[in-house]
């Protein structure tokens, strides 16, 4: 029996669309926030993520440009389309799906996008932002994350030992970076890191983002800690033939010690659809000059 609080990744996501959706209604008539979504080769876990995206794109009232090009794109026609969506006023977020096909620089790609409109948050220009506390475009899976600890502790994370297992540009790196603003002392744990459960042990957060099925044991959680699954990791299901998904954490086992935990799937994953949402309506207020609308926060 679990005795932690379950962090609702589906609820909480879907307030944070609503919320999305009043900013876009108020900005009727100054700015339109549009996305455009580049999808290079057929890899299906990213034709569902893309389907996923402008979905929920246009359901918050906003502009979904899909840009849809063959496996075999050479680099520089990848690199024209993106410097046209640069240039394009209706977009104000551009994200080219990764992984891209071999061949393709993803870091030349990333790269060629409009820092203003890197909505992924990858762009140097906006990792550097992030580190140095200058306005920046967040990476949308830590920004997820980070929402949900602001549900979990609104009385805020100073001094807090923070620990984030996995050091990844997308996932680990920003999210040390997001906890340090939020004035927690951070520990960024990988492969190499000595004595892994021990460091866990001593974290109020713990972070896994590694993609190691349920990696972190119970009793690696220090007792009331908040634990953020960020795994996504698909194994073999009971009934013959199928498969589901886990996180990094052992759900089970940790959920008897924690203060609270996200679950896999439903905890970390609808976040980031949502928080990818939320800096285009950012980039959007940016480019055209306009303050964000004040609706009611979470
Ligand atoms: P990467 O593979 O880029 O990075 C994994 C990190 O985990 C690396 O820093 C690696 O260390 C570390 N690591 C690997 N093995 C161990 C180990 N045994 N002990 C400690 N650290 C280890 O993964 P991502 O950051 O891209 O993704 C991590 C997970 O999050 C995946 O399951 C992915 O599917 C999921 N994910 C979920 C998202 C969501 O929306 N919920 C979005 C993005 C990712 P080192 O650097 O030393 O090699």
Redesign the pocket.
């Given at each position: 029996m679990s005795g932690a609080r379950i962090i609702d990744g589906k609820a909480l996501a879907a307030k944070l669309r609503e919320r999305v959706a009043a900013q876009v209604a108020a900005l009727a008539g100054t700015v339109r926030p549009g996305l455009a979504v580049v999808l290079v080769g057929d890899d299906p876990a990213s034709a569902v993520y893309v389907r996923n995206k402008n979905r929920e794109t246009a359901a918050a009232g906003m502009a979904s440009f899909e840009h849809r090009l063959p496996e075999d794109t050479p680099e520089a026609e990848l690199l024209a389309l993106v410097a046209s969506l640069n240039r394009d006023p209706a977009v104000h977020g551009i994200l080219v799906q990764l992984p891209l096909p071999d061949g393709i620089d993803s870091a030349k790609v990333l790269r060629a996008i409009d820092p203003a409109k890197d909505v992924d948050g990858f762009h140097p220009e906006n990792v550097g932002a992030l580190w140095t506390g200058a306005p920046a475009l967040a990476p949308?899976?830590p920004r997820?994350c980070m929402t949900m600890l602001a549900e979990v502790h609104p009385d805020g994370l100073v001094g807090k030992r923070a620990v984030v297992?996995?050091?990844?540009?997308?996932?680990?790196k920003p999210m040390a970076a997001l906890l340090l603003a939020q004035h927690c002392t951070v520990t960024l744990?990988?492969?190499?890191?000595q004595d892994?459960p021990g460091v866990c042990r001593e974290a109020d957060i713990l972070v896994?983002?590694?993609?190691?099925a349920r990696?972190v044991e119970g009793g690696w959680v220090k007792p009331g800690a908040t634990v953020i699954d960020?795994?996504?990791?698909r194994i073999p299901a009971a009934e013959e033939g199928r498969t589901r998904l886990v996180?990094?954490v052992d759900f089970a086992g940790a959920s008897e010690v924690a203060g609270a935990i996200t679950p896999?799937p439903g905890?970390?994953?609808p976040?980031?659809?949502a928080c990818l949402l939320a800096n285009t309506v950012t980039a959007a207020c940016r480019l055209a000059g306009v303050a964000e609308p004040a609706v009611r926060l979470l």
């Open positions: 949308c899976t997820g297992v996995g050091r990844s540009n997308i996932v680990g744990a990988h492969s190499r890191t892994l896994a983002a590694v993609g190691r990696m960020v795994g996504i990791n996180g990094d896999v905890g970390v994953g976040m980031t659809i």
